[in-house]
């Protein structure tokens, strides 16, 4: 119920001047595509700003803050029902964070949050909110039935290779003399 609420707080922000009331937040937040088909791998960049905060520490969330339930993105690519880190402990004199979303999902507009809070803090509590979230707008185009992907392709191949494989078995057989008795 509070991830359901988060979402809706984020979404809220977006569009509100009480995001305004927060400062921006020590990172960024880059994708490498914000329009993709499902399935599609999307790099994850997540670098310092300049100025940033020196040796202070943050956990970093990543959220899919537009979904009915928020959904938050772990540093191996796969999505969680609570609250999990994209980074903990993060400083702004670490390298920038680079990870991959393996499978783009589910279909459809999507707000991706970035929210910072101190380290070991609640992220689902917005009173340990110091800086407003970084919000990215990614569309994830449904996969149709047409797009065979590349896994149907390789199974495609894979039979018509064993089909005439199959011919050829056949067709040497054929055409071998026969052996004649005397």
């Known amino acids: 119920m509070r991830s359901l609420a988060l ?4 979404a809220a922000l977006a569009a509100t001047p009480v995001e305004a009331a927060l400062p921006a937040p020590p990172f960024d937040l880059e994708l490498s595509s914000t329009s993709l088909v499902e399935g599609q791998a999307v790099t994850v960049l997540v670098t ?4 940033g905060t020196g040796g202070e520490r943050y956990d970093l969330y990543l959220q899919l803050a537009s979904s009915e339930e928020a959904a938050f993105l772990t540093a191996e690519g796969t999505w969680a029902p609570r609250p999990v880190p994209y980074a903990r402990a993060a400083s702004t004199t670490d390298p920038p964070i680079v990870g991959q979303w393996p499978r783009a999902w589910p279909p459809g507009r999507h707000a991706l949050g970035l929210v910072v809070v101190p380290a070991s803090a609640d992220p689902l509590s917005r009173p340990e909110w110091r800086y407003r979230p970084v919000i990215i707008w990614l569309r994830i185009a449904p996969l149709r039935a047409g797009d ?4 149907a392709a390789i199974r495609g191949l894979l039979s018509v290779a064993a089909a005439v494989a199959v011919a050829l078995v056949c ?3 054929r055409r071998r003399p026969s ?4």
């Open 171 to 173: 067709w040497a057989g």
């Open 148 to 151: 065979a992907g590349p896994a």
């Open 7 to 10: 979402a809706a707080l984020l």
């Open 179 to 182: 052996a004649s008795v005397p």
């Open 48 to 51: 310092a700003r300049p100025g």
